[in-house]
């Protein structure tokens, strides 16, 4: 059976406590030692230790516009951190810390013992970013500048086409419209003289019928004949009618070709293609008297760049140091104890 005589285990600690400060009397002048080399040690590096100098600066990035109706930012801020990381992190190993707000403000923060040197890497970082926009803005100005001119060039020409295109078929209906002008111009006087000399006719025709009135016998014999007089001047009559409308039918058709020439000559050539063609210019070159004219928010720095000093907790350190010595120094004269111990046995 097992002992568990809580006595027994009483006497173990005892043992152990008595071992242990047999242990610290002995090792007294080296334990001493020890901490005291180890803790003066620290307490010289503490003292020589500089202050750590923390800067920040925060940039607010700028805004450009594509249209009158919608501002871009210049670059996300996440664009913008990777490229300062590229830049200044990876290829000068600068300690920089980056921190993005509402997607256009970006902080940073670096530290280092040189609060001139803080600074002027702040600075660096800052006009990087002031002329790497700059830049961006300026691309982005002189791209959309080439579009749109080559658009409006190329709406121009096609303009410029069609309006060759309704010249030539203008004229055509001008010519074509003349001609018809003409030819009733000729054919008008040709039914004048025919209705004068349908006229005649039957002004004579009637003599003749006024004439044969006043004698019964010849009038009885004549209007035995086929057709009579009275026929033939209803016939004439009806020439004359028909010419007179044909008359005014050629009038109002050359009254009317002379509108449509008058219209032609001046009224401006444009198709529905060309007034689409020039309203969708009209557009573009308000678009870019826009982008000439714009100005863009730029990126700028949004406050001084602050520093301040973190001093060193010296007296903590020092402490520390007291109690790293004192591990130190206990643990060397366990080991040295144990070790002579261990030869005496």
Same mark, same amino acid.
């Given at each position: 059976m097992q002992n568990n005589n809580p006595n027994n285990h009483i006497q173990g600690v005892e043992i152990d406590l008595n071992w242990f400060l047999k242990l610290l009397i002995n090792s007294h002048k080296l334990i001493i030692a020890i901490t005291l080399v180890i803790t003066i040690l620290v307490s010289i590096n503490a003292s020589q230790e500089k202050p750590l100098y923390i800067s920040s600066a925060i940039l607010e990035i700028g805004k450009?516009? /594509? $249209?009158?109706?919608?501002?871009?930012?210049?670059? =996300?801020? #996440?664009?913008? &951190?990777?490229?300062?990381? &590229?830049?200044?992190?990876?290829?000068? /190993?600068?300690?920089?810390?980056?921190?993005?707000?509402?997607? *256009?403000?970006?902080?940073?923060?670096?530290?280092?013992?040189? =609060?001139?040197?803080?600074?002027?890497?702040?600075?660096?970082?800052?006009?990087?970013? @002031?002329? *790497?926009?700059?830049?961006?803005?300026?691309?982005?100005?002189?791209?959309?500048?080439?579009?749109l001119t080559y658009e409006i060039e190329s709406l121009n020409n096609q303009?410029?086409?069609?309006?060759? @295109?309704?010249?030539?078929?203008?004229?055509?209906?001008?010519? *074509? &419209?003349?001609?018809?002008?003409?030819?009733?111009?000729?054919?008008? =006087?040709? @039914?004048? #003289?025919?209705?004068?000399? @349908?006229?005649?006719?039957?002004?004579? $025709?009637?003599?003749?019928?006024?004439?044969?009135?006043?004698?019964?016998?010849?009038?009885?014999? *004549?209007?035995?004949?086929?057709?009579?007089?009275?026929? &033939?001047?209803?016939?004439?009559?009806?020439?004359?009618?028909?010419?007179?409308?044909?008359?005014?039918?050629?009038?109002?058709?050359?009254?009317?070709?002379?509108?449509?020439?008058?219209?032609?000559?001046?009224?401006?050539?444009?198709?529905?293609?060309v007034f689409k063609l020039s309203q969708e210019k009209d557009n573009l070159e308000l678009e870019l008297e826009f982008l000439i004219k714009q100005n863009p928010t730029s990126t700028q720095s949004i406050r001084e760049i602050k520093t301040k000093e973190v001093r060193p907790n010296k007296k903590a350190t020092i402490l520390l140091g007291f109690i790293i010595g004192l591990f130190i120094s206990i643990s060397i004269a366990f080991i040295k104890y144990s070790s002579k111990t261990f030869k005496e046995e």
């Open positions: 450009y516009s /594509q $249209d009158q109706n919608k501002e871009i930012l210049i670059e =996300p801020s #996440s664009s913008l &951190i990777e490229e300062l990381k &590229i830049n200044f992190i990876h290829k000068q /190993q600068a300690n920089v810390i980056f921190d993005s707000e509402k997607d *256009r403000i970006v902080k940073f923060t670096t530290k280092s013992t040189n =609060p001139e040197k803080n600074i002027d890497l702040l600075n660096e970082m800052i006009g990087y970013s @002031i002329n *790497r926009h700059s830049n961006l803005v300026s691309n982005f100005i002189q791209k959309t500048n080439k579009k303009i410029e086409f069609n309006n060759k @295109i309704l010249f030539t078929q203008n004229e055509d209906k001008k010519i *074509r &419209i003349t001609n018809q002008i003409e030819k009733i111009n000729n054919k008008l =006087p040709q @039914i004048d #003289s025919k209705i004068k000399e @349908i006229k005649k006719v039957i002004l004579e $025709d009637n003599k003749n019928f006024k004439l044969l009135a006043a004698d019964p016998d010849v009038f009885l014999e *004549r209007a035995a004949q086929s057709p009579t007089l009275t026929q &033939i001047i209803h016939s004439y009559n009806n020439q004359l009618l028909n010419s007179e409308a044909e008359k005014i039918n050629l009038s109002q058709e050359k009254d009317s070709l002379e509108t449509q020439l008058k219209r032609l000559e001046s009224n401006n050539l444009e198709s529905e293609m």
